[in-house]
């Protein structure tokens, strides 16, 4: 690509990113501007996100009743609607066993809650990361049963495990609820509702466990509808629960696209009014000032909940969704938060190893990179592959070792199917056991097997190595300091929420001036700059987050790099009432 493809000439960013266009249909963005009154940049804003004409609409002001499909297209959907129909009739205890993750945590605390407030005794199980491992095992299992369970529902995890749930059936009926992805065809015995199940045609396989549990919530309750059931009681608000889905799908990046979008949109109004104690104590204590957004799930929230199923009790976050007291929930926030801190304090004393081994092979040229250590924490290797791939725009797997014995996790790069490569390697025999989708995957192995492991990932994702050392930094428009109004970011907040699927807009601010540069937050790690035109005029206020060292920190703290262009996010701030365009920093390069 020459210089004249890139945007404004941007072959190298400071941070050695190539600056390319997002294509967009000019004729379809042109026709939605139109149609809906929209500036012409949002109309090629939707235009490049896949939005025609006539879905504008439904895009800008997503509601259910335009994406929610009868849950009935789900395989086994009426089977599993049945089963629990029959347990809720019958006062059956249920025991719904989860996984330790947000959306573990969110699809457990969903079916809890709407099984106890329809009259079953319910118990919960969380497997420990360390102790147990992800998904159903025997011993907690017969415990439930032990403790009077009579069905077993299983969500965001049992898919693959279906000759153990067989062997459960002369103790106790299950029923599974997933979406991860799966190899062969579930036991006939079982209703395993998986939209990522090899006959399932709906089309619905960008799903979370949460969303499925919540569609499972939908057919159960139309089913006792039907039945008569609420002849003299009141039905459950299933709506309520949108900001469990909200929230879950979030952090399993799942594309906010279609229903998807619609269910995390309406979610995130159920999470403004904080009616959930479990919620509200969690804005309490991270002392959020404004509506909750997706990236307050993703980057708030979530990874408190995330931090309890990876270093601390694996159960805490769904009690912590589940609690009805106000003090209880204030309590167990602040326990999350906690152990978020150490968490984080965990992650930082393994990250700068894991970057210079990292580096070492990234420079002697591996596809893929798989970095290893004595001494890591294994609920937290997930976290340092993603960093790790960040950095080096490679496939990554870290693993921890202990004993003879790696565990680990793995992030990838979009077109390169890091979770096809892990199957590969677990049929080949090198991994005792692991899994995925494109994007991640987990494993474990014996250490000595690690070399092999890397040889075979190289192999099998050679097509990364072609990928530059920095991902391309995909723009959708530019404009000067000056026309970053407080007008265009609430605009371009119409096109929220923003994830996987529907990335926020990149935008350049062209030419720009630093006039002022400072570092912000407690531990100073954030930059906060000061942008004007070359010719003066209105100033923009911008930061730059993650920032205690590296390049880009260094080149915006430096008020002799004049002129820049600025890459990053617009957005409104609101401070006191009133609301003023911000900027977010993403890269930065010499004008």
């Known amino acids: 690509m020459n210089a004249m493809d890139t945007v404004l000439g941007v072959g190298r960013s400071v941070t050695g990113r190539r600056w390319v266009w997002r294509s967009a249909e000019e004729r ?4 939605i501007a139109q149609r809906m009154g929209l500036p012409e940049m949002v109309g090629r804003l939707l235009a490049a996100r896949g939005v025609g004409i006539e879905a504008a609409a439904d895009f800008l002001d997503p509601r259910l009743r335009s994406f929610l499909p009868d849950p009935s297209v789900l395989a086994d959907m009426d089977r599993a609607a049945e089963r629990l ?20 945590a969110c699809a457990g605390a969903l079916l809890v809650s709407l099984l106890g407030r329809l009259g079953c005794p319910v118990l919960a199980h969380v497997p420990h990361r360390l102790r147990e491992g992800y998904g159903p095992n025997e011993p907690a299992l017969a415990g439930l049963v032990g403790r009077g369970a009579s069905l077993i529902v299983c969500v965001d995890c049992g898919a693959a495990a279906g000759e153990l749930l067989v062997r459960m059936l002369e103790r106790a009926d299950v029923v599974v609820l997933d979406h991860h992805k799966m190899e062969a065809p579930p036991p006939a015995a079982i209703p395993v509702v998986n939209p990522n199940r090899l006959d399932d045609g709906s089309g619905l396989g960008g799903l979370c466990a ?56 309406q979610g995130l109004k159920v999470m403004a009014r904080l009616e959930r104690p479990g919620i509200a104590a969690l804005a309490e ?67 700068d190893v894991a970057l210079a081994k990292a580096a070492l092979q990234a420079e002697s040229g591996h596809p893929a990179l798989l970095v290893s250590g004595a001494e890591w924490h294994p609920g937290v290797v997930g976290i340092i592959a993603g ?28 077109g390169v199917d890091l979770g096809a490569a892990v199957i590969a390697a677990r049929q080949t025999g090198i991994l005792l056991s692991g899994g995925g989708h494109a994007m991640a995957a987990g494993f474990a192995l014996a250490a000595a097997d690690l070399p092999r492991f890397h040889a075979l990932l190289d192999e099998r994702l050679a097509a990364a190595g072609a990928l530059p050392r920095a991902a391309d930094l995909a723009v959708e428009g530019t404009l000067e300091v000056a026309g970053a109004t407080v007008d265009l970011a609430r605009q371009l907040r ?76 617009l957005r409104a701030e609101a401070w006191n009432g009133v609301e003023s365009p911000g900027f977010v920093i993403a890269d930065a390069a010499p004008a």
């Open 387 to 414: 960093r790790i791939k960040e950095k080096f725009n490679r496939p990554t797997c870290v693993a921890a070792i202990a004993g003879d014995r790696a565990t680990g996790s793995g992030r990838s790069v979009p």
């Open 85 to 104: 129909a029959r347990a809720v009739e019958r006062r059956e205890t249920v025991a719904v066993f989860g996984d330790y993750d947000v959306d573990g």
């Open 494 to 569: 119409r096109l929220a929420p923003f994830g996987a699927g529907n990335e926020e807009p990149m935008l350049v601010l062209a030419r720009a001036r630093i006039v002022r540069a400072d570092r912000i937050g407690r531990e100073a790690t954030t930059v906060r700059v000061f942008l004007e035109a070359e010719g003066g005029g209105p100033r923009l206020k911008a930061l730059l987050f993650r920032a205690r060292d590296g390049i880009l920190a260094e080149t915006m703290l430096d008020r002799a790099q004049v002129p820049l262009h600025v890459a990053g996010h």
């Open 210 to 265: 949460a969303a499925v549990a919540f569609m499972a919530a939908v057919a159960l309750v139309r089913r006792l509808r039907a039945a008569g059931f609420f002849t003299g009681r009141e039905e459950p608000d299933l709506l309520g629960y949108l900001d469990l889905v909200a929230l879950a799908s979030v952090c399993d990046v799942m594309p906010l696209s279609g229903l998807n979008r619609a269910l995390v949109t």
């Open 285 to 351: 204590v991270t002392q959020l000032r404004e509506a909750p957004s997706a990236f307050t799930c993703g980057y708030v929230f979530g990874p408190r909940i995330n931090a309890a199923g990876r270093i601390s009790e694996a159960d805490l976050g769904l009690r912590l969704l589940l609690a009805e007291d106000a003090a209880e929930a204030r309590a167990l926030a602040a326990r999350l938060d906690a152990v978020n801190r150490e968490r984080q304090q965990v992650e930082a004393a393994i990250l």
């Open 28 to 31: 379809i963005g042109l026709g």
